[in-house]
């Protein structure tokens, strides 16, 4: 069974453009998590989305929004990108809400300059 | 509000010594823990979790880890180290045992491991 993909896998972004990252969970999971990993701030959780909704969203601004589509890929996206949005974004997929395990994709390294 | 601490940002050992990671964890409900693993330019890969079936969790790659929730701690322990456990170490807690469950983790700060010859 394929993991977690993500794409693209590296971005190099101006500041104040938008962004859009993609991910595919593992076929037959249904929920797809969101996070931030940064030097300074480490692993943070944006979202999850679970049958489209979202149901738990981390302390981040507006800019950071999200979907899901109904074959439960994913989609997050950051409009007016500033410096400190450089990061590596991660997404992770589990089969439904519960089931504890996520598995993690390769991510997507954004850098904005 | 649910919580994991690593002491030590880097720790490094010599091949085939121990390797001892801790983690401690703040958490009003009994937690779901876990250890993950993250190479240079790679994602995370569970390493172990803690579910609340046994107090010593066994994982991949001969690491285990142990439940003393007298210390509140789930440290990661492996007899001999490796030159390829060389990582990012990251323990983690889940909202899951908390009241609407969901799967948010919250991290620790991460141990860098460095094994040495």
């Known amino acids: 069974k394929a993991g977690v993909t993500q794409t693209p896998r590296y971005l190099i972004k101006t500041r104040g453009q938008q962004v859009t990252l993609s991910c595919s969970p593992i076929?037959?999971?249904?929920?797809v998590s969101w996070y931030q990993q940064t030097p300074g701030q480490g692993l943070q959780f944006l979202f999850e989305?679970?049958?489209?909704?979202?149901?738990n969203k981390g302390n981040f601004p507006g800019r950071f929004s999200g979907r899901q589509f109904s074959n439960s890929r994913s989609e997050m996206n950051v409009s007016t990108l500033e410096l400190g949005d450089s990061a590596l974004y991660l997404c992770?997929?589990?089969?439904?809400?519960?089931?504890?395990?996520?598995?993690f994709g390769p991510g997507t390294r954004l850098t904005v300059t | 509000a649910q919580s994991v601490t690593q002491l030590g940002s880097h720790v490094s050992v010599s091949e085939g010594a121990l390797v001892l990671l801790r983690c401690n964890y703040s958490?009003?409900?009994?937690?779901?823990l876990f250890w993950y693993v993250q190479y240079p330019n790679q994602g995370l890969q569970l390493l172990l979790k803690?579910?609340?079936?046994?107090?010593l969790v066994k994982g991949i790659n001969g690491f285990e880890a142990e439940f003393k929730k007298s210390e509140t701690s789930f440290h990661l322990t492996k007899p001999s180290a490796h030159m390829s456990d060389a990582a990012e170490y990251f323990c983690?807690?889940?909202?899951?045992?908390?009241?609407?469950?969901?799967?948010?983790?919250?991290f620790g700060t991460g141990t860098q491991l460095k094994v040495e010859l």
């Open positions: 992770a997929s589990s089969p439904d809400r519960a089931s504890y395990e996520q598995y």
């Open positions: 076929s037959g999971h249904r929920s």
């Open positions: 989305y679970f049958s489209e909704t979202q149901r």
């Open positions: 958490s009003s409900v009994p937690p779901y």
């Open positions: 803690y579910t609340s079936a046994a107090t």
């Open positions: 983690a807690v889940s909202d899951f045992g908390l009241t609407g469950g969901g799967n948010k983790l919250t």
